[in-house]
Structures are given as structure tokens and as C-alpha cells.
């Protein structure tokens, strides 16, 4: 697996991580500082471009790092914000 594959999954299991945390700190739909969970969505993010510039910053040529930082943003966006909404719906639907 090419490392730009690898960086991408990791993104998506921090984007699992970051959407459950945010859950589970209470940030849902009916806290008024709910919207302060998309912070923990850029911490994650900035833990992922940490965590795949460690393992595979020396194995990705120098004129493609700046691959590291947007390889799988979208992706990692689309999760954090699916695993969060269904973290919610979950737990109102459990009676909250």
C-alpha cells in the first residue's frame, strides 16, 4: 500500500476517534456550545497531520509534503461530521 494510502486510512480513523469524543464529551444538539465540538475535529486533524508526519514524513518525496497535510481532508471532514450526527441521533433516540 502506497504511504498516501495509509495516511489517508489513518485520517478516517481519526476522523471515527474525533466524531465519538465529541459525542461523548457532550457536544450535541442540545448543548448551546455545541458547535464548539468542531474544535475537537481540527485537534484530530492536527494529531493525524502529527501522527503521519512522524511515521511517513521520510518516506514522501520533498516537493509532495504538502500531500501530508491535504491527503484525505475531505474524507476526514465527511466522517467526523457522520459519526458525530450518528452519535447524537443515537443517544436521543435511547431517550438522551
Known amino acids: ?3 498516501l494510502d495509509k495516511v489517508f486510512w489513518i485520517r478516517i480513523i481519526f476522523a471515527v ?3 465519538l469524543v465529541a ?3 457532550g457536544f450535541l444538539s442540545i ?3 455545541a458547535a ?3 474544535g475537537i475535529g481540527f485537534l484530530f486533524y492536527i494529531l493525524s497531520y502529527a501522527t503521519v508526519r512522524a511515521f511517513y514524513g521520510k518516506s514522501i518525496l ?3 509534503r504538502s500531500k501530508l497535510i491535504t491527503t484525505g ?3 476526514y471532514i465527511f466522517m467526523f461530521l457522520f459519526i ?3 452519535y447524537n441521533t443515537i443517544s436521543f433516540g435511547r431517550g438522551g
Do not use: C
Open 1 to 3: 500500500m502506497n504511504p
Open 17 to 19: 476517534i474525533a466524531g
Open 23 to 25: 459525542g461523548g464529551l
Open 31 to 33: 448543548n448551546k456550545d
Open 36 to 38: 464548539s465540538g468542531i
Open 62 to 64: 520533498p516537493t509532495e
Open 73 to 75: 481532508i475531505g474524507a
Open 84 to 86: 458525530w450526527i450518528l
